[in-house]
């Protein structure tokens, strides 16, 4: 915003921001391409400036906002690289070796040190996180917001809220249940010595490694946990919660899924958005190909 100012001010002078039109705004856009700035950073220049003059307009200080009659870039879409079936398979089978093997411990040496922080600490929570974004299709502020009474044993499922408190449910597969319930009894022992046993049985599922303040586990957290995780076991740095999310439909997807069913899961408004979110691999083109081209055969 300072530098469309800056630039409103050079170029025109000291101008009355009511007299300010979309083709001033457009013309700053074409400066700012000049300048080497990529599409992405371009529409959120204009983003801001767009916003701006929504507020200005919703204080009477324009009559209308002149960003609105402006297009914003039409970024390249990318398909985003999701880890391999068998890839998280590994992951997931060594994080449930760890924390069958951390249970043991526990049994004969009590309780760890937490000081190791959050992502060292407490492998059979980490393990939940790891299997319900990836068993489940959640979003990371979706399972931030899970209690332990949004598991549904008898159904199941697990009860989210998703964008704008639309409340959904989501099956709960077998890995993510052996997961969750090998860890309630941790999570109770921490809670307990923390002083918060009525947290037990309807506070938030997934608690902070020493069960201290809110001791509600954040979005960044678990951030830092899945990508810590991820590189320490052999996965690309740039994976993040998301990334498993999409996995979760991108696999679904391969393995014969209906677009609508993952839509629902996914708890899209648009079928565009969950086509978006999944795709079709190498292998998979080639497959289809081999099996329906005759030229193929």
């Not at 630039?7 to 979309?22: C, P, R």
């Not at 303040?213 to 991820?230: E, F, P, Y």
Request: aromatic content about 6%.
């Amino acid at each position: 915003m300072r530098g469309f100012a800056e630039w409103l001010a050079k170029e025109l002078g000291e101008v009355d921001i009511k007299a300010v039109e979309h083709t001033h705004i457009r013309a700053y856009m074409a400066v700012l391409y000049d300048r080497g700035l990529t599409k992405a950073s371009v529409a959120r220049a204009l983003a801001a400036v767009r916003s701006w003059f929504k507020w200005l307009a919703k204080a009477g200080m324009v009559e209308s906002n002149p960003a609105a009659l402006v297009s914003t870039p039409k970024l390249p879409k990318h398909l985003p690289r999701v880890p391999s079936v068998e890839e998280l398979a590994r992951v997931l089978d060594g994080m449930a070796a760890t924390s069958h093997s951390s249970a043991m411990k526990l049994r004969m040496n009590g309780a760890p040190n937490d000081e190791a922080g959050e992502s060292a600490a407490w492998p059979e929570r980490d393990r939940v996180i790891f299997e319900l974004l990836y068993g489940c299709g959640i979003r990371n502020s979706e399972l931030c917001g899970m209690d332990v009474e949004s598991i549904r044993w008898s159904d199941d499922a697990v009860r989210v809220f998703g964008k704008g408190r639309k409340e959904r449910l989501v099956p709960l597969g077998d890995a993510a249940a052996e997961a969750v319930r090998a860890y309630l009894p941790r999570r109770e022992a921490k809670l307990v010595a923390a002083g918060k046993g009525k947290l037990v049985h309807d506070g938030p599922l997934l608690v902070n490694a020493t069960a201290r303040g809110a001791c509600r586990l954040t979005t960044r957290s678990v951030g830092r946990i899945v990508k810590a995780i991820a590189m320490g076991r052999g996965l690309a740095a740039d994976v993040h919660p998301h990334t498993l999310r999409h996995a979760f439909g991108t696999h679904m997807l391969e393995e014969g899924a209906d677009l609508r069913a993952i839509q629902e899961m996914l708890g899209h408004e648009r079928l565009s958005t969950t086509q978006r979110y999944t795709q079709l691999t190498v292998g998979q083109v080639q497959r289809v190909y081999d099996e329906t081209h005759p030229r193929a055969r």
